[in-house]
């Protein structure tokens, strides 16, 4: 396995891989890797002839008072994950990604207006910035995204179209604990007293699929009935409970067809999102 830091060298070597006809897949991270981020980079080797991992903790996407400096390092451990999964290369960039004098930043205009975006202002604008100068830098032809961080998927979704990369976007699904906690780098934060009650976004997201199964179309109702679920449990702050249009994520109010139900909960100092599709059942004529 080869790890790269340099821009100008990743770049090079992409261009090499390309000019012998390889394919090349792309999985953009900030490490401390888990199984989600191994389900990335298996799903990317099925994908294409060489596999690119990026570890990198992107300050441009952390707002003033979030955990850029606290964010979980371990790229020893990460580069030895990468290693055991077959990943080709890793590319850890370092503080070249933001010289001085950096001031140039991609940024959409809608889709950052919702959830998670309307709660940290400047994080969308540095994802949208970081991927863009990733994809111009590794110039892969499959990028890798999980559907645990639905907004971005989107948001990568348009980016791609809007700004004309020939990039194949893959969503991959979420990969949860086995009591269904969608697995985060940021778990690690969660103290022994709140790992049970982070089962709360779960068991609201299951609840109301149920509620959906049942015939209920109401998105007010089953946005109160889940609410209701991460609220039992007081150490809980509601960011927001949300059932939307996949693609635009403007709010719907009847749920037809396939929509998105997210949430965004604090539970102490720890941020949580999961998200999960809720889709009516078919009903004969
Ligand atoms: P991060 O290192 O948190 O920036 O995540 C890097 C990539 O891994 C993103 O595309 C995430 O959506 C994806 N990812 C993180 N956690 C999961 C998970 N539990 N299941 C699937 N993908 C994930």
Redesign the pocket.
């Known amino acids: 396995m080869k790890v790269i830091t340099s821009i100008r060298e990743m770049t090079r070597f992409s261009e090499n891989l390309r000019c012998q006809g390889r394919t090349i897949a792309f999985?953009?991270?900030?490490?401390y890797l888990?199984e989600?981020?191994l389900?990335?980079m298996a799903e990317g080797k099925t994908k294409a002839d060489h596999l690119v991992v990026s570890i990198f903790v992107n300050p441009a996407q952390f707002g003033p008072s979030e955990d850029f400096s606290t964010y979980p390092r371990a790229m020893e451990q990460d580069l030895e994950q990468c290693r055991t999964i077959g990943a080709d290369t890793v590319f850890t960039p370092d503080s070249d990604i933001y010289p001085a004098g950096f001031q140039t930043y991609v940024e959409l205009e809608k889709l950052p207006l919702h959830l998670c975006g309307l709660s940290r202002p400047v994080f969308f604008k540095g994802v949208a910035t970081v991927v863009t100068k990733l994809f111009n830098i590794v110039n892969p032809h499959f990028a890798?995204?999980?559907?645990?961080?639905y907004q971005?998927?989107a948001i990568i979704r348009q980016l791609v179209i809007d700004l004309n990369f020939d990039i194949t976007v893959v969503g991959?699904?979420?990969?949860?604990e086995p009591d269904g906690l969608?697995?985060?780098?940021r778990n690690k934060y969660l103290t022994q007293k709140e790992r049970p009650h982070a089962l709360l976004l779960y068991r609201s997201i299951q609840a109301a699929e149920k509620m959906v199964k049942d015939g209920e179309i109401d998105a007010q109702k089953i946005v109160d009935a889940a609410t209701e679920i991460l609220l039992s449990c007081p150490d809980i702050t509601v960011d927001y409970v949300s059932i939307c249009d996949p693609v635009t994520l403007d709010g719907v109010t009847s749920i037809q067809g396939k929509v998105l139900m997210a949430v965004a909960v604090w539970l102490g100092k720890t941020r949580l999102i999961d998200n999960r599709m809720l889709v009516v059942p078919h009903t004969p004529e």
């Open positions: 999985v953009p991270t900030m490490g888990h989600g981020h389900a990335l890798l995204f999980g559907e645990k961080d971005q998927l991959v699904p979420i990969v949860r969608a697995k985060s780098s």
